[in-house]
């Protein structure tokens, strides 16, 4: 088993349970935990079809591009719940819907593009959404409690990893291969990192005993 092959499946595992972890969530009156579970849940569904999909050798790039569109519109509802300023709300909200109608223009228009990875699409909505952790972080800084900061900063990390992936994909650089399956590990440590920090959050929560 390869190095990528570890941390994929220890990735996999650990965003399995957090799937389950924060499940309890989706009742809750707390939006932010509530989209952050269905986010977890949704994104736990897609792996389970890409791991079905790879043993049978089917294409995945359909679930790859689902991925891309869930994970924004999840994290972007995520960012809405989670600010405090309804300025800041109202800008995201315009956000989601503008980028939602410019992505679903451009599938309508191209529908061969399901079936491609779409380098634009996935740096174009990370690239928003890093702003919106970012911002959270300026803005709310001061805040005795700040929500959800672990799983802020895993948001902030994973997608930087991600972009600067596909940043060097869509460049067109020529790279050697060892260095490419390097850049591909990265990623997968990145993304096993990303679900270790939330499994901390959930756990730092309990530990506070918050009633969400």
């Known amino acids: 088993m390869s190095l990528l092959d570890v941390f994929s499946d ?11 972890l924060y499940s309890k969530f989706i009742v809750s009156k707390d939006f932010a935990y509530k989209y952050f579970a269905i986010y977890l849940i949704l994104m736990a569904l897609n ?29 972007s509802l995520f960012y809405y719940a989670i600010f405090k300023e309804q300025k800041q709300r109202k ?17 309508a228009w191209t529908p061969g593009l399901f079936h491609e990875y779409n380098p634009y699409g996935i740096i174009a909505t990370s690239t928003i959404v890093i702003f919106y ?58 993304y096993l990192v990303f679900q270790v920090i939330i499994t901390t959050q959930w756990f730092s929560d309990r530990r506070k005993n918050k009633k969400i």
């Open 91 to 107: 800008y995201i909200l315009i956000i989601l819907v503008t980028v939602s109608i410019i992505l679903g223009v451009q599938y």
């Open 133 to 190: 952790a970012i911002t959270y972080f300026f803005h709310h800084i001061s805040d005795k409690e700040l929500k959800l900061y672990l799983v802020n900063s895993g948001i902030l990390i994973y997608l930087l990893g991600t972009i600067l992936l596909f940043s060097i994909a869509k460049a067109g650089l020529k790279i050697e291969r060892e260095i490419e399956v390097a850049l591909w590990i990265l990623n997968a440590f990145i």
């Open 10 to 20: 220890s990735s996999t595992v650990v965003l399995l349970l957090n799937a389950v």
């Open 47 to 75: 792996q389970a079809l890409v791991t079905i999909s790879f043993e049978f050798q089917i294409d995945n790039t359909l679930l790859a591009n689902t991925y891309m569109i869930m994970q924004f519109v999840m994290l």
